[in-house]
T-cell receptor, first 109, second 114 residues
Framework: KNEVEQSPQNLTAQEGEFITINCSYS?????LHWLQQHPGGGIVSLFM???GKKKHGRLIATINIQEKHSSLHITASHPRDSAVYIC???????????FGQGTRLTINP | DGGITQSPKYLFRKEGQNVTLSCEQN?????MYWYRQDPGQGLRLIYY???????QKGDIAEGYSVSREKKESFPLTVTSAQKNPTAFYLC?????????????FGSGTRLTVV
């Protein structure tokens, strides 16, 4: 079983819908990252969380440390939000990030 | 603007040839990383470097080599010993590898071995 699991693996929705992507992890972490990967391959860091909730524009990220779970929400989704969203965790004092397999989001006009 | 530059974006090589992927950053970050991405899988760590002239193996280092002679540069060589080198390679950097923040990623190099 992977240390970081994302669901769903693929998500297709209509423009304007509220989107939720989930991330569960099985290890102790010091931080959790949400990343966005566009078709060209480059990755952009959206959020880094260690507790609570963060908001940036139409994006909201939450984390529940006790339940080892994080969610990424997109309000009023738009076709330009179509991308792969990746959850990654920094395990305790380890040197590396452990990545989920990604969620491919497609927003249709 | 500060960032990470990976070059080239696409690379084709014949089987058995070594190839070097470039990664340069002007963010003054101490730590740099190389990840490999295969379809349907999460990114996996190949090598990382915390400071100049130091680097450590990641989870899938076999068949790869790196150097860190300058703070700004962390090139990755894919050797002929790498059994399945065709993949998407991403370079990243962070201000402090211990703190878990400040990760910046490059735009990636897609390597195809024919």
């Amino acid at each position: 079983k992977n240390e970081v699991e994302q669901s769903p693996q693929n998500l297709t929705a209509q423009e304007g819908e509220f989107i939720t992507i989930n991330c569960s992890y099985s290890v102790g972490i010091s931080a959790l990252h949400w990343l966005q990967q566009h078709p060209g391959g480059g990755i952009v860091s959206l959020f880094m969380l260690s507790s609570g909730k963060k908001k940036h524009g139409r994006l909201i990220a939450t984390i529940n440390i006790q339940e080892k779970h994080s969610s990424l929400h997109i309000t009023a989704s738009h076709p330009r939000d179509s991308a792969v969203y990746i959850c990654a965790v920094k395990v305790g004092g380890a040197q590396k990030l452990v990545f989920g397999q990604g969620t491919r989001l497609t927003i249709n006009p | 603007d500060g960032g990470i530059t990976q070059s080239p974006k696409y690379l084709f090589r014949k089987e058995g040839q070594n190839v070097t992927l470039s990664c340069e950053q002007n963010l003054n970050h101490d730590a740099m990383y190389w990840y490999r991405q295969d379809p349907g899988q999460g990114l996996r760590l190949i090598y990382y470097s915390q400071i100049v002239n130091d680097f450590q193996k990641g989870d899938i280092a076999e068949g790869y080599s790196v150097s860190r002679e300058k703070k700004e540069s962390f090139p990755l060589t894919v050797t002929s010993a790498q059994k399945n080198p065709t993949a998407f390679y991403l370079c990243a950097s962070s201000l402090d590898h211990r703190a878990g923040y400040g990760y910046t990623f490059g735009s990636g190099t897609r390597l195809t071995v024919v």
